[in-house]
């Protein structure tokens, strides 16, 4: 069964505060994301990863940046938060060149920033 | 114009009646079509995926693709109360990794 953890489900932080979210796979996948989602707005893919070490951006990265040294770790900074960042926070992971690469999600990390 | 277009919905329907959502996409090289469903609260699971022009049938569920029209839809037969979820249509384009999500529709399945 393949699992994407990630390292806590709510989060609350402080304008200005580093924080960093955590998303584990557990399935040997090449490829990792980072997506928020906001109502009315759906999912917008912040990061991607191929490969470890390797990563590009997406449509919203303006704010964050990514880390993954190892292949089942993907990690996301936001390196000063701000309150226009308070939303939910999922990560994803799929194998790579597959016509039919089905992306897994992780339960979700709901950040608050105050 | 959005990459991948829904309608938020809510659509309502009665329980055993059969469910119809729409997804459009403006990628013409667009190659696989993913349904997902998220319930209030969770993160969205896979139910259906289609990659030839047809139909494509999974239990209660069926996947409609239309290339030439660049639409895909998921009929939803016999509805129950726990299908009520938003339903998120995703677009894998050509030579990419990554899905473009629709912003999903809202089914509420009533008693």
């Known amino acids: 069964d393949v699992k994407v953890t990630q390292s806590s489900r709510y989060l609350v932080k402080r304008t200005g505060e580093k924080v960093f979210l955590e998303c584990v796979q557990d399935?040997?996948?090449?490829?990792m994301f980072w997506y928020r989602q906001d109502p009315g707005l759906g999912l917008r893919l912040i990061y991607f990863?191929?490969?470890?070490?390797?990563?590009e951006k997406g449509d919203i990265p303006e704010g964050y940046s990514v880390s993954r040294e190892k292949k089942e770790r993907f990690s996301l900074i936001l390196e000063s938060a701000s309150t226009n960042q308070t939303s939910m926070y999922l990560c994803?992971?799929?194998?790579?060149?597959?016509?039919?690469?089905?992306?897994?999600f992780g339960p979700g990390t709901r950040l608050t920033v105050l | 114009q959005k990459e991948v277009e829904q309608n938020s919905g809510p659509l309502s329907v009665p329980e055993g009646a059969i469910a119809s959502l729409n997804c459009t996409y403006s990628?013409?090289?667009?190659?696989?079509f993913f349904w997902y469903r998220q319930y209030s609260g969770k993160s969205p699971e896979l139910i259906m995926f289609?990659?030839?022009?047809g139909d494509k049938e999974d239990g209660r569920f069926t996947a409609q693709l239309n290339k030439a029209s660049q639409y895909v839809s998921l009929l939803i037969r016999d509805s129950q109360p726990s299908d009520s979820a938003t339903y998120l249509c995703?677009?894998?384009?050509?030579?990419?990794?990554?899905?473009?999500f629709g912003t999903g529709t809202r089914l509420q399945v009533f008693p």
């Open positions: 994803a992971s799929s194998l790579a060149a597959h016509t039919v690469d089905e992306q897994f």
């Open positions: 399935m040997d996948h090449e490829n």
């Open positions: 990863s191929y490969d470890v070490k390797m990563k």
């Open positions: 990628d013409r090289g667009s190659q696989s």
């Open positions: 289609i990659y030839s022009n």
């Open positions: 995703a677009v894998k384009p050509y030579n990419t990794d990554k899905l473009i």
